[in-house]
């Protein structure tokens, strides 16, 4: 269709008649069908063709929109700019807008500008038809097609001389976005002007898909990268020529080496695997090394080698269509902690855990903080039931290696030719029956931690020269293995032996003792504790399991009996009496005669002996003969309360004596004149 004079003059009058309250009786049919379709659509909006009006948005509007498309802004102002660059001077200015037909940017010569805002075609006006009727941008924005829309056929009279041509444009998606508009006079107007719009948008909507695709390979690469640095583990991806094409953090930190110097590099000339300088051969390694334990060395360095372990896997199906590989790493000490996580490593006791309010309680409590104030080595004095595993893991969760493993290990639980392997471990093949892999020993497992060795006493002396050696270097050497591993590990030791006569003996290392006996603290038998004794029953009839779910109450009477008793076994034995009173009682309350028997016996005896001593001491003083207050003869009568106090410490004659208030010697003269061999009452 051209757009002559006569036509000019037919649509002239086909819009005054349109605009009119009467037109029922005119012949449109000559106009486009788009441009009458969209005349109908206005006058639905109720738009004023005679008013210039326009929605236009203030300045905070305009910001808000041109930052939710600075995206298309700036993929389009380029084109614009070649495009204008072609029709300057021509009485042309170019205009975009987005997908509601709000005007995002505008170029163009400098009366044609002005001119535009007469007209309100400013940034932030509104052009869509449902605001201003027909035109060449809300017309292409609701046909979302391109369009030419000569002067006499836009709606509003105050756009009537303007002629305009403009080009949808879309997202990858075919969604669109907005539409690139160029407007110019009516004097000016020419149907190549739409085909200069069309090829322009045609080029912005394939900058649109480029961008969009180097958008999603940008995330892609960016939700890789965060992928990589969220795993603990390093990895290291190579190309199919074994070029390190990217590592994460992880991998960079164990290799001691930055992405910026790796990245391009053969990972030949950085890393060799199981032998120094060993060329890898990841095809070979992709079956052989599938989590497993090995050497890493570092190409041209004489140190010793770090122990990863390794996977291998390669980006494609197999070696024939390679794509590139995949390593992982995770070093040793790591993987370590993770089993000592799972293996229960780890000390779940504070100092909160250790009741009483006994003195001799709280210079327990405030001992263990101080040592926990420190990292020197601790070394824990008492009988066996007194709660040193208790004492030695409220240090270590108060100490600068809480969050470090801590691994306990019973020095005397294991057997002699097993002990050295348990506490250094070994390399593969070191001895028969070792393990294909190797194995850590505790001082690995517990690196950045804490070692409590229970029953230090019980060592063999071959054993204890190679702790020391460890405590001296703070390193250890797996049986087999050719280098050293440094550590670093808070040692707690803990026996009930005395180490000073171990030592006199020969039996225990001077220098180990004295390596080991920085910080002693002297854990307190039950029987000088007092009250806490009735503190710690409590406690334990709260919250020992008991089969019917009752609240187990102490009868008072049950008191006096566990003060008086002398407790050889400790904590230890104090939680077995109540128990066995919690399991055999018919009711929620523990009485005297739920308890061990030995504990009624002792009182009984006790009796015994306090009448047989009130006794003589009636005929002594009948005599006018003072008591004797450092040793009391016991006579004959009293026999069965050494027999007593024997079987209730296991035949200790140190602590016999001292249940009995008498000398070690006094308690040797009267065994031998009653006939009474201790050694039949040890275990």
């Known amino acids: 269709m051209q757009f002559t004079k006569e036509y000019q003059e037919k649509l002239q009058s086909a819009w005054e008649h349109f605009t009119s309250e009467d037109d029922e009786q005119f012949d449109y049919t000559f106009i486009r069908p788009m441009i009458f379709q969209s005349w109908l659509r206005s006058r639905m909006y109720q738009v004023n063709p005679f008013e210039k009006k326009t929605a236009i948005m203030d300045l905070s509007e305009i910001a808000a929109l041109a930052k939710a498309n600075s995206r298309l802004i700036k993929t389009v102002r380029p084109y614009m700019e070649k495009l204008y660059s072609i029709v300057e001077g021509s009485g042309y200015f170019l205009l975009l807008s987005d997908k509601d037909g709000y005007v995002l940017d505008l170029i163009g010569d400098h009366e044609m500008i002005e001119q535009a805002k007469e007209s309100l075609l400013v940034v932030g006006a509104n052009r869509s038809e449902s605001v201003a009727g027909t035109n060449a941008i809300g017309t292409c924005l609701a046909i979302q097609a391109p369009i030419q829309i000569w002067n006499g056929e836009h709606y509003v009279i105050s756009h009537r001389h303007y002629s305009c041509s403009s080009g949808p444009i879309f997202d990858s998606t075919g969604a669109l976005l907005g539409c690139l508009n160029i407007t110019g006079s009516n004097t000016e107007i020419h149907t190549h002007t739409l085909g200069m719009v069309l090829s322009a948008v045609d080029g912005i909507n394939k900058e649109l898909k480029i961008r969009k695709a180097y958008d999603e390979i940008e995330s892609m690469s960016a939700q890789r990268n965060s992928i990589l640095e969220a795993v603990t583990s390093g990895l290291i991806l190579l190309n199919e020529d074994d070029e390190i094409i990217q590592m994460n953090g992880n991998a960079q930190r164990m290799l001691h080496i930055s992405g910026q110097n790796a990245i391009g590099r053969n990972i030949n000339s950085i890393i060799s695997i199981d032998e120094p300088d060993q060329r890898c051969n990841f095809y070979a390694l992709k079956s052989a090394y599938s989590d497993k334990e090995t050497d890493i060395y570092f190409a041209g360095s004489y140190t010793a080698p770090i122990k990863f372990r390794i996977s291998v896997s390669f980006v494609g199906q197999d070696k024939m269509h390679d794509r590139g590989t995949v390593i992982r790493l995770d070093e040793a000490k790591y993987i370590n902690k993770l089993v000592n996580k799972v293996s229960g490593f780890k000390a779940s006791y504070h100092f909160s855990n250790i009741m009483g309010s006994s003195s001799p309680a709280r210079f327990l409590v405030s001992s263990c903080e101080k040592a926990a104030r420190n990292s020197s080595n601790v070394l824990l004095l008492g009988e066996s039931g007194t709660g040193k595993e208790l004492a030695a893991q409220s240090i270590h969760n108060a100490s600068y290696y809480r969050d470090g493993p801590f691994v306990a ?30 194995n850590p020993g505790k001082f690995e497992l517990a690196d950045g931690g804490t070692i409590f060795l229970d029953e230090i006493g019980d060592m063999p002396l071959d054993v204890q020269a190679s702790l020391l050696r460890v405590i001296q270097t703070r390193e250890v050497v797996r049986i087999g293995a ?9 040692i707690i030791a803990a026996t009930n032996r005395n180490l000073l006569e171990e030592v006199s003996n020969k039996s225990f290392r001077q220098d180990l003792y004295y390596r080991l006996n920085v910080l002693t603290i002297q854990m307190p038998p039950l029987r000088d504790r007092g009250d806490d004794i009735c503190e710690l029953a409590d406690h334990f009839a709260q919250t020992l399991y ?9 009868s008072p009477q049950v008191y006096p009996l566990l003060k008086k008793y002398s407790w050889p076994g400790n904590i230890r034995e104090l939680e077995n009496a109540i128990e066995r009173a919690i399991n055999i009682t018919d009711d929620d309350q523990i009485r005297p005669e739920h308890l061990p028997e030995q504990i009624l016996v002792w009182e009984n005896t006790l009796e015994r002996f306090d009448q047989s001593k009130n006794e003589m001491a009636s005929q002594l003083n009948q005599l006018n003969q003072p008591l004797p207050v450092s040793s009391f003869n016991l006579g004959k009568k009293d026999c069965d309360l050494i027999h007593l106090g024997l079987k ?3 035949g200790n004659i140190r602590k016999t004596a001292d249940l009995l208030g008498i000398s070690r010697r006094t308690l040797y003269r009267r065994m031998d004149k009653y006939g009474i061999d201790y050694g039949n009452f040890r275990d």
């Open 546 to 554: 008991n089969p019917w779910g009752r609240r187990m109450t102490i």
């Open 409 to 438: 290990i019973n020095c005397a639980a294991l057997p002699k030719g097993l002990i050295e392997s348990e506490l250094f471990g070994y390399e593969k093949g070191a001895f028969t029956g070792a393990g294909k892999e190797g």
């Open 648 to 650: 209730q410490t296991g």
């Open 482 to 490: 050719k280098y050293t591993k440094k550590i670093d590990v808070r």
